[in-house]
């Protein structure tokens, strides 16, 4: 089971949350960063979580005697369903609910700026929206309904809280910042199977980590850092929130609706989909779902074997190895293209199926590919649309995210850039996305631009013998990045 549920279950993590904001708030009130007279910064931070726990109501259409008293018991306010009803539509009823900060984090902010402690574990702001998302799992959990209205709500307004956070310069992530107050850090899992290998006829497996506990903050944290891909770390962020109000239900012996985490990640080429596979693959492991963190990446020709029966054979090997992880399969299209019949890619999606039927407790497959194409591969056979019924999309990166992504890459690999380098660059790839070419795609045409430069590069200044400077060494100029889109 993963960790946070383990901490918020067995050691009230909660209420050691809500008590370490209000103590927070305690010490701010005490410096002239807080100006409002009507209240005390406590009561405004109780106040908040009332607000966001009202927000979270009366979506599933459930009793509500257990929302009244966890409300009761954690906040303090003793309302009956009218008053809270009231209190809701008075308070949260409007959209400007979702884009406005509570009162209560501008303050934590200010406090973090002025201790220049706006860095991730340090951060109080961080802190108290670490808090709303525990009170809010902790809250959808609490009775016998667990509504995905309600969780996507959860999830639109702890993104809307970072969203702030980050436009006033923050780092981090408010799961890097419940290591505040968490009393264990520790996380703990299900039980784990033995390392998966990969023979290289098969695919890759990403098999490092399959006996080590995976945190499931910081893999979300490592998410949040990739560029762009802004809709895609909310689906995942969502898709979190379901699994730990499902676990949180289950350590409380309520009864579970079944879920399946089969996924289609629909994109061009280059946008982050094998990336992020990998990371899923390791949350799914942290949060409990799977024994074993690995993922196995095939295509077609890992599959399908040209002649009858070797197929089945060949795709069942490769379900073995992902057994325990996630089966990444890449251009999944391709199996349903041809409708030959020396083709066997229809052979590979039967073997598939049924191994997703007879495997459902250890085996997620995702399958991969452009948009318009996964269409067809799921129409193309009545149970793959039944199996694969959550949908991520990969939007093609903007010029700006393509620099950023340079930009990434230059700092990792110790170069940089001039500024006359930068706006050629930031040329080049707006005038790439604007062409929207076929052979265009994305970060990868970036890694493939910077090894271009890096050539050029070196050969321009292996000629300067012994007077290249360390500056000269690490600097890409413009006559760089003009040779590498010759």
């Known amino acids: 089971m993963d960790n946070w549920i383990i901490r918020a279950f067995m050691n009230n993590e909660l209420t050691t949350a809500i008590q370490s904001c209000y103590a ?121 309904i667990s509504s995905p209205i309600e969780i996507g709500h959860l999830t639109n ?139 196995v990446e095939v295509d077609r020709s890992k599959l399908v074997v040209g002649y009858v029966g070797q197929t089945a054979t060949k795709t069942a090997q490769v379900i073995d190895e992902a057994l325990g992880g996630v089966l990444f399969i890449d251009e999944a299209y391709t199996l349903s293209a041809n409708k030959g019949e020396n083709d066997f890619g229809q052979e590979a999606i039967d073997t598939l199926l049924k191994a997703m039927e007879d495997h459902r407790d250890d085996l997620i497959v995702i399958v991969a590919g452009y948009p318009d194409l996964m269409e067809d591969f799921l129409n193309s056979n009545p149970g793959l649309r039944s199996r694969f019924n959550k949908y991520i999309f990969f939007a093609d990166y903007t010029p700006e995210e393509l620099i950023e992504i340079l930009k990434s890459m230059c700092q990792k690999q110790e170069y940089k850039m001039t500024e006359e380098a930068i706006t050629f660059a930031l040329d080049y790839f707006t005038k790439r996305v604007h062409e929207h070419s076929e052979s265009f795609a994305n970060a990868r045409e970036v890694r493939n631009f910077m090894e271009k430069a890096i050539a050029h590069q070196a050969s321009r200044i292996v000629t300067f013998g012994d007077d290249v400077t360390d500056d000269v060494l690490i600097t890409f100029e413009q006559s760089d990045f003009e040779a590498a889109v010759q």
Not at 168 to 177: D, P
Request: include cysteine.
């Open 157 to 295: 307004y702890v993104s809307m809280l970072e969203q702030y956070l980050r436009k006033l310069g923050f780092t981090g992530s408010h799961a890097q910042a419940g290591n505040n107050f968490n009393t264990n850090s520790s996380p703990t899992n299900s039980a784990s199977i033995g390392n998966k290998t990969q023979n290289g006829t098969v695919g890759n497996a990403d098999s490092s980590n399959s006996q080590q506990p995976m945190d499931v903050d910081a893999l979300l944290e490592e998410l949040n850092a990739l560029t762009g891909l802004d809709s895609v770390k909310k689906d995942i962020q969502n898709l979190v929130n379901i699994i730990r109000v499902q676990k949180l239900r289950e350590a409380r012996g309520m009864k579970q609706p079944s879920i399946s985490l089969h996924m289609v990640f629909s994109g061009n080429p280059g946008t982050g989909k094998t990336t992020v596979a990998r990371l899923l693959a390791n949350i799914y492991k942290g949060l409990g779902v799977l024994p074993s963190g690995h993922l």
């Open 24 to 144: 927070e708030a305690d010490k701010i009130e005490n410096t002239n960063i807080y100006t409002d007279t009507k209240m005390k910064l406590r009561e405004m931070v109780q106040f908040d979580f009332l607000q966001f726990l009202a927000y979270l109501c009366f979506s599933d259409g459930s009793d509500m005697q257990a929302e009244l008293t966890f409300i009761k018991n954690y906040l303090g306010y003793d309302f009956d369903v009218a008053r809270l009803n009231t209190f809701k539509y008075q308070r949260t009823a409007y959209s400007s609910f979702l884009t406005n900060p509570p009162r209560s984090l501008s303050y934590f902010a200010q406090w973090d700026i002025r201790s220049m402690t706006t860095y991730s574990k340090m951060s109080k702001a961080f802190m108290l929206v670490h808090t709303f998302q525990l009170l809010g799992e902790t809250f959808i959990a609490c009775n016998n």
